[in-house]
């Protein structure tokens, strides 16, 4: 199984190069960083975890900023971003970005998509919450026309973009219904959520794994009637505080990666968390 790790990088924890170099040279497969652009002090909406919003959430750097410092220093490391707040940007500066990532680390980088939790966030960038789904499924749609091998126009619902010149494009090529990179859609189950993975990604990114014995056959059976490859699905568990049962039951399930969880803190902290989870490395 492969073994990923994410964490909120901040401009008080340890360094992205200095974070990449370590995960490479102990065989980890990844890194995927979460992206929070600022969070309002005067909120209403509530921590997703309970509690008081941890301070590392506002204080999150930039996921491409940092993850084009760990691109440049390693050669082997997944890239990803654990999520990519997609209604929170302008699609076509997103689609460049992510595509010199991608065309930068020689295919790496993995796509996670969220629909965001914080509304005061989302507000402050014009998002209507309401219709926040469907905003992330037009700007996901107008990117894929941009990373099309041929100049191609979009017009939706939320947004356009005239028939183009757009390069660099993402290393994979189209995958069915999957254009650009390797792109994981993050959320509860339910069958809103897995009619978008089916309907455009490669697969899943759950919070946490839990239930995933009863949630995955019913993304599996929605898969196989939206006809997709059954092989081609790839559920990855994020944020997970591994435990050998727990690993043991995620193959069980056919997962072949797993995100698990490091603490936002200085480089000592990290490096001994790393070295505590090497051994689930193979």
Not at 24 to 47: D, K, W
Not at 163 to 184: C, D, F, I, N, Y
Not at 214 to 232: H, N
């Amino acid at each position: 199984m492969r073994i990923a790790v994410t964490l909120f990088l901040t401009d008080e924890t340890i360094t992205p190069v200095r974070l990449a170099r370590a995960l490479e040279a102990r065989g980890f497969a990844g890194l995927y960083l979460p992206e929070h652009t600022h969070i309002p002090v005067e909120r209403t909406t509530p921590n997703p975890g309970g509690g008081e919003l941890p301070r590392e959430y506002g204080r999150t750097l930039d996921p491409f900023v940092a993850l084009g410092q760990a691109a440049a220093v390693t050669e082997r490391l997944g890239l990803g971003t654990g999520v990519t707040l997609v209604a929170q940007h302008d699609p076509i500066a997103l689609a460049k970005q992510i595509a010199t990532l991608d065309h930068l680390s020689g295919g790496r980088f993995t796509l996670g998509v969220g629909f965001g939790w914080n509304v005061e966030e989302a507000d402050d960038h014009g998002v209507d919450w309401r219709t926040r789904r469907d905003l992330v499924r037009d700007r996901m749609g107008l990117m894929a026309a941009l990373w099309a091998d041929e100049p191609t126009a979009y017009e939706g619902e939320f947004g356009s973009v005239r028939a183009s010149h757009a390069h660099p494009k993402p290393v994979r090529t189209a995958r069915g219904a999957a254009v650009g990179p390797r792109t994981l859609v993050g959320g509860a189950a339910g069958p809103r959520l897995f009619a978008d993975i089916c309907s455009s990604a490669d697969g899943w990114l759950p919070i946490g794994g839990r239930g995933l014995g009863e949630s995955l056959p019913v993304l599996r059976a929605a898969w196989a009637d939206a006809g997709r490859d059954p092989q081609a699905l790839q559920v990855v568990p994020y944020a997970v505080r591994p435990t050998p049962g727990k690993l043991d039951h995620y193959a069980g399930l056919g997962i072949g990666e797993v995100v698990v969880q490091l603490p936002s803190a200085g480089e000592a902290d990290v490096l001994r968390a790393l070295d505590g989870y090497a051994r689930y490395v193979e």
